[in-house]
């Protein structure tokens, strides 16, 4: 097979990107504590210097050391943005004519020509701190295709919602992880749902009062053959599954 023939799993670098974070001067909101967290494809320092020009505001670049180039970073600017939606600041400027598509809840609204939407008031420690930890799932789990839509795996374990989930940081950290006891769950959701497209009637069949037992004594029957203990085991199945 040729190589070239195939579909490269890994995008052209221009589908890959930066997650930024700027800081303003200490004199700048005196008592007060501002980042902007953006997306950017181009060098982050070439990106801070076009701020900088436009809006003639000086940013500071937050040093990350496992800062890196990566694919869907427009997926990880959006989910870093919810998470921090309670800490969200408009910053309006007065030198800046560009518009701004500014993601509310699941709403998306044009601004002002002259509000910045990407500045939260939070610690530059806490800004780094979610967005390593976003950009290290991506990384790490590749939950998206390369058209961006989530994987089989984790559009699954999204569906289950967070019902179980008390909104903390340890949450959290157990939720980005996919651990063999869910890969197991999810087989068996999308194998039921496989046999229930092609065969209604055997999925039926399988989702019958009993059915996984009688599976399992068929199986113990072939494995063991018949005999007093293998007698003993299914009426023993049998008054468990009746009474």
Known sequence: TNPSSKTSKTPTV????????????PDAFPGRRYVKIGKTKQPIEKRRTQWTGKCHFEFIHVKDSNDKRFLHYHAVERIIHTELYNERRKYKCNNCTHF???????????????????????????????????REWVIKNEPYRHDGTLRAAWLWKCSLGSFWMNGTEEDWVLWREFNSSQSFKCILHYFRKWLGDISPLVMDLLMMRGAIFGLALVWYFWAWGFNFWTWVVLLTAVSVLVY
């Open 14 to 25: 221009e589908d890959e990107g930066y997650i930024y974070i700027f800081r303003s001067k």
């Open 100 to 134: 701004h598509q500014l993601e509310v809840g699941q709403a998306s609204v044009q601004s002002t020509p002259t509000e910045h939407g990407e500045w939260f008031e939070i610690s530059e420690e806490r800004a780094l701190q979610v967005v390593n930890k976003w």
